[in-house]
């Protein structure tokens, strides 16, 4: 699977759009894109996915570029409750394959 | 949303005693499920890949005799920490994927606490 490169701390100001970037340059044709997130002493929370369309749901939207390099995931109107560390990660075929995870983005939203 | 729970949430034990933790798909089939630890301040790592009806995998480093994994239907995992030490204190956490046709977001149960004293 695909390396991933984020940022290793974001603030956001409560009820602003939060942006999340990722960088997975070595991305392959057949890999997705998978963005998670922990709360403190919680499971991991799935949150979206998408492969090369800019995707959108009730929690979120992820916009891939067209070279499929880089993403950015916008939760549109970040709450307190939006506090986690959020995980970008690349990978294929994840019904069967374990996920990678690496050190992730750790937003801290501010009232 | 798919559902995955596990229990105990968190359990506090002697040296030396097991520990038996469950994963269950509430509702859905999953004919693959993981194991993962983490501990204080890092990030999730994959213990071993359990699938229903078969021996578990496992990674590099984990000791297949200390932590055993039992997949005996298609809703229930159990990891079993054998002869706890308190370096086996961690965050437990296990995920599962619905055995749906292009199936493919795995799902995480709330974590399960290990103390060993």
């Known amino acids: 699977d695909a390396k991933t490169t984020q940022p290793t701390s974001m603030d956001c100001a409560e009820g602003r759009a939060a942006n999340l970037p990722c960088n997975h340059s070595?991305?392959?044709?057949?890999?997705?894109v998978y963005w998670y997130r922990q709360i403190h002493s919680q499971g991991p929370q799935y949150i979206i996915h998408g492969l090369k369309n800019n995707e959108t749901n009730e929690m979120a939207s992820l916009i891939i570029t067209e070279d499929r390099k880089s993403s950015t995931l916008i939760l549109p109107h970040a709450t307190l409750r939006d506090t986690a560390v959020y995980y970008c990660i690349v990978s294929r075929d994840t019904g069967r394959r374990a996920l990678t995870f690496g050190s992730g983005t750790r937003l801290q939203v501010q009232p | 949303g798919a559902v995955v729970s596990q229990h105990p949430s968190w359990v506090i034990c002697k040296s030396g005693t097991s520990v038996k933790i469950e994963c269950r798909s509430l509702?859905?089939?999953?004919?693959?499920m993981f194991w993962y630890r983490q501990f204080p301040k890092q990030s999730l790592m994959l213990m071993a890949t359990?699938?229903?009806?078969?021996?578990?995998?496992?990674e590099q480093g984990v000791e297949k005799d200390k932590f055993l994994i039992n997949h005996a239907s298609l809703t229930l995992s159990t990891l079993t920490v054998t002869s706890a030490h308190p370096e086996d204190s961690s965050f437990y956490i296990c995920s599962a994927t619905p055995n749906l046709a292009g199936g493919e977001t795995q799902y995480f149960g709330p974590g399960t606490r290990l103390l060993v004293l």
């Open positions: 359990s699938n229903e009806g078969s021996k578990a995998t496992y």
């Open positions: 070595t991305i392959s044709g057949n890999e997705y």
């Open positions: 509702d859905f089939q999953a004919t693959t």
